[in-house]
């Protein structure tokens, strides 16, 4: 048994789909989750600038004592993981290659599509991770910036006008190309599940990053036998905007225990 908490980061509330899976599978652990709220998004900026953002987001998890981290952002998984993780002497787990072998299971057509933030796609991070376990897959890639921002903004409800045009601009090219499988490669994209589902059709399976990453750590971490295991929240930006929209990701629970961090000094 190992009781140290598990470190979660993402740009923002994103990441919070991965711990609404890690308190349904692994009730005992306790999570610190940083969500840069103050610097998302990440997905438009350089490599060099999200390198920056994730080695500071990464020193303040590690001022606690944490037994691994689940890096619950895609943008951040695609562009800076592989570099930071060799800096680091603790597990660090990423949201790619959780959600590409969850599609490689699922897809029977072998055609896959993968959404994601322009820096993800950018990347190539799923196509190349994909292509290496299985080379004969079809793979169809779109970059939906504008989803996160609505996201964030809690544009997410089936009958919204905004976002169900946006989900049409961005996927019909993806739709026409007959694929089974969908991955959300974008930790915020699983709360606009409604929408695309009821766009892509029923044919279409949706992989949510964020709980195929949760589902990996509890598979490859020594787990905790805490009884009384707690989260702890802390952003960059207000905890009280964060708060309001905690409950839309967190089905229905509502983070209390929000912290502010300046995590520029990190
Ligand atoms: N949640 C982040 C991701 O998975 C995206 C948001 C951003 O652009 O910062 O890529």
Redesign the pocket.
Known sequence: MDNRPIGVF???V??LTAVRRMHEIMPNESIIYFGDTGR?????RSAQTILHYTRQDVAFLRSFDIKAIVV??????SVALNTVSKEQNIPMIG?VEPASLAAIEKTKNGRIGVI??A??IKSGSYESFLHEHKPELKIFTKAC?LF?PLVENGRVNKGDIVIETVVKEYLTELKEQNIDTLIL????FPLLREVIADFMGENVELID?GAAAADYAKRILTLSDNKTSETKYFVSDDPDSFKALSHIFLNGEIAENVGNVEIATY
């Open positions: 993402d740009s923002g994103g990441g998302v998004p990440y997905g438009t619950a952002c895609g943008t951040v998984s949201v994601g933030t820096s993800t910036p996160v490669g974008c930790t915020h990053s």
